[in-house]
């Protein structure tokens, strides 16, 4: 990989991460529902990406680079309770798993 194969992907990863945070309203429930991953998914590539350098990051450093704050204030803020239906689909996409 080149580096400007490099810079664009690193562009394109910082452009989601801006996206997820202008969009708090969005949960994770939700994202796992329709695109299949979450903020937490990413935090969890995040952390086996940096296995794979000389600086490996943990997750709760992970988490807080992907929610922009510690994962606990993101909670307290932002996060709501899913809706049954909201639940029900997600334990319907998970069933065959």
Known sequence: MDNKT???EA????RLLEHLDNN????NID????A??????LSK???AASETTESPV????ARERIYGMPYSEWKDRFQQDASAEAKAAFDANH???
């Open 36 to 41: 299949g991953f979450c903020r937490n998914c």
């Open 45 to 47: 590539w995040y952390v």
């Open 31 to 34: 994202l796992m529902n329709l």
């Open 11 to 14: 562009a394109v990863f910082r």
């Open 58 to 61: 943990d997750y709760e450093s």
């Open 95 to 97: 069933a065959n798993r």
């Open 24 to 27: 708090k309203d969005v949960a």
């Open 6 to 8: 490099t810079e664009i």
